[in-house]
């Protein structure tokens, strides 16, 4: 029951309060200063692109075997993005157009 308690803990942190820590902390931040909004645009989309760089490198240096079997894996797991992580993008959307 104990384990249980914990992995049902670690996954409501991760899944529900660091989404909706992270989305409270911008709402502060835009409204602290409204221009702040266009900077955490800039640096989501940079830390979106070092993602998929890092993907595609680690991919141009697997084999031809792993790769092919990567692939396979990861068109299993397509993942769709979380709710919290498109409202936090429209936040930040909007913030940018409070500081129009």
């Known amino acids: 029951v104990g384990l249980g308690a914990m992995s049902f ?3 409501a942190n991760e899944l529900l309060l660091n989404p ?3 989305m409270i902390a911008k709402m502060e931040t835009i409204k602290d200063n409204p221009l702040q ?3 955490l645009g800039d640096l989501e989309y940079r830390r ?3 993602e998929q760089a890092k993907k595609k490198d680690a991919l141009a240096k697997m084999s031809r075997v792993k790769r092919v079997f990567f692939h396979q894996m990861y068109m299993k797991k397509v993942k769709e993005p979380m709710e919290t992580v498109m409202l936090e993008k429209t936040i930040i959307k909007l ?3 409070l500081a129009l």
């Open 48 to 50: 979106e692109e070092v």
């Open 37 to 39: 909004a266009m900077r």
């Open 95 to 97: 913030g940018g157009l």
């Open 9 to 11: 803990s670690k996954d």
């Open 20 to 22: 909706i820590e992270r």
